[in-house]
């Protein structure tokens, strides 16, 4: 089974508008870690938040995590049509990363 | 350092033939991991390797797949005999811990017809 679970599955928005996925996970962690896919390509590492730290920036990126709900947030702001992608968040589990099924993103200009 | 390169970008085949997915890994990389993506189960790990041992192959699907790193800067994932149902994009990514961040290579995408 997987660790993170993503949601929503997709998501469509217009260009300018804010995008919020979220990802659920059922063990402990020591970090999680979000990425993004675009269409024929590999995924791409966007953002590293660690167990004790509750929120991080990265650009138009805002990352929180809330350890007691096991859950994560990624939210671009100001989104572009080249955000259009599916992000995956990826948990530690053991020694090794487990992906979530992934948030399509669909930005429309 | 170019990032993480696999051969081919594209594979076509016919069922039953041998087929060879080729990666080279980020220089001074300790980790390596194949991965497989489908639509139905999404991204899969199938093997990894620290120092070029195989460390988890519990991902692998059956005995027809085979993986093996004969040195730093160079691994194969084998699939003999291949099935239809092999059909998916083959990733490889490579890191400095196992749970670090990792860096994907453009992938695979295996047809077996």
Known sequence: SQQ?????????????ENATMNCSYKTSINN??????????????????????????????RVTLDTSKKSSSLLITASRAADTASYFCATD?????VFGAGTILRVKS | DAGVIQSPRH?????????????????????????????????????YFNNNVPIDDSGMPEDR?????????FSTLKI?????RDSAVYFCASS????????????????VL
């Open chain 1, 4 to 16: 993170g679970e993503e949601d929503p599955q997709a998501l469509s928005i217009q260009e300018g």
């Open chain 2, 11 to 47: 594979e076509v085949t016919e069922m039953g033939q041998e087929v060879t997915l080729r990666c080279k890994p980020i220089s001074g990389h300790d980790y390596l991991f194949w991965y497989r993506q489908t639509m139905m189960r999404g991204l899969e790990l199938l093997i």
């Open chain 1, 32 to 61: 999680l870690q979000w990425y993004r896919q675009n269409s024929g390509r590999g995924l791409v590492h966007l953002i590293l938040i660690r167990s004790n730290e509750r929120e991080k920036h990265s650009g138009r990126l």
């Open chain 2, 65 to 73: 797949f085979s993986a093996k790193m004969p040195n730093a800067s």
């Open chain 2, 96 to 111: 400095l811990g196992p749970a670090d961040v990792q860096y994907f290579g453009a992938g695979t995408r295996l047809s």
């Open chain 2, 80 to 84: 003999q005999p291949s099935e239809p």
């Open chain 1, 93 to 97: 589990k053991g020694n090794k990363l």
